[in-house]
């Protein structure tokens, strides 16, 4: 009988998301072929690539003078802010004629966008037949949000990262699982998260490879760059948020981000170290309740959005995590019945609006809602109207950060909901 209701309950679920399997391919072709004639249009002004000339000439410095490294700076607020271990990694960009670079960097991140949402809808359950249709629907729309738009206009490795996490996670009883996450925090540290959160999930061997594959990252960095690492680690560098710039900044979608803009200033220490730790610890417990309840992917899903809040730095193109997040929900939405079907479908779809890449100053960027709000000026100057925000101005200002605690609430209400209807163990 169960084997019966779970034949049907799939036949279910295939019939409510066939739509996907013609619709899917032609709104992802649609969403590229709209963003080619943009690009075609506007070449210079789409890709402006100002990120990924900073790890370019961080390679050229690294090359030439390692010392330097992070004294060094291409211009205001731009800054070298990485791992002398992403620094090993950029001397070998340099070595690529730009325009190369400029595109594989393009191509490679909208792939990663789509692989990534193909193995979220793997873990997911999806079979092969319905997958393609659903991850080219979901990508078409994910490709279309600000975080995604910004990593491709500055030449980001967001994407990338996020896919070499992704793979790590849905790779389920692979001997070396963990490493993916490993090495991305030797890139960017905020990935450091997933360590104590597979911790509180029981999985040891694979947070302890990825304790160890971060520590190796550290090692070739150390090996390399001697000097550039004791400035990095030892010189406490990579503690100092100011580096890349006003932390204040209007992108800076983070809680340390938005604390400043709301005092003024920039927040005393413990103040900041206090509610980062509740609101992490907070968020780890959510995360780590929905994996050990039978969701593991809306549990690492959580616990990224957790990083991104508590992470001193979490800047707009930081957010690219929303496209995981866009596909779970459009799977709760295919699998719901009832109310919950229309639910999850409206929550899928606010969420791609207050993510989603609108026209604004200059249309032919896609900008997103948050940049309604006034910004200082690239990052720089003495004169921040980030303090001076009043009413709607400090929504539209902190509307990631603020779509993101929404999100790990309505998590949790559900989770506690489903928890007070389970049935108890006979």
């Known amino acids: 009988m169960q084997a019966q209701l779970g034949r049907r309950e799939a036949t279910e679920t295939r019939s409510r998301a066939g739509w996907a399997r013609w619709a899917g391919p032609l709104a992802l072709a649609a969403a590229l072929g709209l963003y080619a004639v943009n690009l075609a249009a506007h070449p210079h002004i789409l890709l402006s690539d100002i990120d990924l000339a900073v790890y370019r000439d961080a390679g050229l410095v690294t090359r030439r003078s390692p010392g330097r490294l992070y004294q060094w700076q291409q211009g205001p607020g731009l800054r070298f802010t990485y791992t002398p271990f992403a620094a ?6 340099s070595l690529l004629p730009w325009p190369l670079t400029v595109w594989l960097m393009l191509v490679s991140s909208g792939a ?6 193909w193995l979220v809808l793997g873990a997911l359950g999806w079979s092969e037949s319905d997958r393609v249709g659903a991850a080219c629907a979901v990508s078409a729309v994910a490709f279309w949000i600000e975080p995604v738009q910004r990593t491709l206009h500055t030449g980001e490795v967001d994407l990338l990262l996020m896919l070499l996490v992704v793979r790590d996670l ?6 070396w699982q963990g490493t993916g996450v490993g090495v991305a925090a030797g890139f960017k540290l905020v990935a450091l998260i997933f360590i104590p959160y597979l911790l509180m999930t029981g999985r040891y061997r694979q947070a302890g490879t990825a304790a160890g594959a971060f520590a190796a ?7 390399l760059l001697p000097r550039a690492s004791g400035t990095w680690w030892l ?7 100011g580096r890349t710039g ?5 992108p800076n979608q983070s809680l340390f981000g938005s604390l400043t803009r709301l005092a003024g200033s920039v927040p005393a220490t413990v103040v900041w170290v206090t509610l980062a730790v509740l609101v992490g610890g907070s968020g780890l417990v959510l995360a780590a309740f929905a994996h050990r309840h039978g969701w593991p992917v809306h549990g690492w899903v959580l616990c990224a959005v957790t990083g991104l809040i508590v992470s001193p730095v979490s800047w707009d193109h930081h957010w690219v995590w929303i496209a995981p997040a866009l596909a779970v929900l459009a799977d709760m939405a295919v699998r719901a019945k009832g109310a919950q079907h229309g639910v999850y479908w409206a929550a899928a779809g606010l969420l791609a609006v207050i993510f989603g890449a609108w026209p604004n100053a200059d249309p032919a960027i896609p900008w997103g809602l948050i940049w309604y709000a006034p910004a200082t000026r690239d990052g720089t100057g003495s004169s921040h109207p980030e303090y001076h925000w009043t009413g709607w101005q400090f929504v539209e ?3 990631y950060l603020l779509a993101g605690a929404a ?6 209400i559900a989770l506690a909901a489903y928890r007070r209807r389970r049935p108890e163990p006979a």
């Open 112 to 117: 990663a966008l789509v692989v990534t949402v």
């Open 217 to 223: 990252t550290v090692a070739v960095g150390a090996l």
């Open 88 to 93: 090993s990694l950029c001397m070998a960009l």
């Open 235 to 241: 010189g406490g560098a990579f503690l100092d948020a």
């Open 170 to 175: 849905t790779n389920t009883g692979r001997r």
């Open 397 to 399: 200002g902190n509307l």
């Open 246 to 250: 006003f932390v204040g900044y209007l």
């Open 407 to 412: 999100l790990l609430a309505a998590a949790a």
